[in-house]
């Protein structure tokens, strides 16, 4: 079975990418989905057991000046969950009652050097935010970066053409760096940062017809960087085995 950054590069190559959009996002969140059963199996009791349900775009405390919209999360069943013959897998989609892991995916298509400022920004406020509520809950962080040299933005006017990404290797490289800098907290809770950081490297244009592939080689990370993205599956399956495992 294919794994999340394998799938979103095919997903990219067919459905392209616009950055108004939560259609990619929710992509990535399915996929990501789909490799945390897979491979983590105290994650997987805990599904089939009905002790856990998932959401998307879930809006966390939207009544508080804190409420923050989360890609992914999961959590025990605030209500009872669907019956097991109408899902599409083995976690039951629902509200959860309470946040056990929380997942803030994030892109960086283009405009690089700005765009890795807010990512990082973005993700650092977003665990320190869920764990002042609650600090058991699981935070991770996972980052699309585009490593094309040059990319078609949908909203640029027809007669601009593609953005040219200069040194586009390097940029890529020093947001690796960038992101792997992020605090990072454990399998107990108690520290703060990032309980799981993934980094994810595509090439691609956003050009109607272009492959997009997913590029492993650096300044990717590599599988056993920390950042790589098993090791986002990893950090992710071992904090939640920790804390929620039974």
Known sequence: MASADVEIAKYLTKH???????????AICEFLLSDLLASCESLRQAAVRDRIVYDTNFTVDPTSVDSWNADLVMGPPAHAPEPKAKRSGPMAK??????????????IMTEHGKARRNRQRD???????????????????????????????PLARKAVGATEHKNIKRLVAETVSMME??????????????EALGIIVVSHTNVP??????????????????????????????????????
């Open 16 to 26: 392209g990418y616009h950055p108004r959009s939560s259609r990619h996002g929710d």
């Open 94 to 107: 629902g509200e959860p009652d309470e946040i056990w892991l929380a997942i803030d995916a994030k892109t």
């Open 123 to 153: 993700l650092n406020a977003f665990q320190d935010m869920l764990h002042r509520k609650n600090a058991k809950t699981i935070v991770g962080g996972l980052l699309l970066v585009n490593i094309a040299e040059r990319f078609l933005t």
């Open 181 to 194: 800098a992020l605090g990072r907290s454990g399998p107990n809770p108690g520290v703060p940062g990032l």
């Open 209 to 246: 017809g272009e492959q997009t592939s997913l590029v492993v080689d650096p300044p990717a990370p590599n599988a056993n960087a920390p950042s790589s993205y098993s090791s986002f599956l990893r950090d992710t399956c071992l904090a939640f085995s920790a804390r929620f495992g039974s």
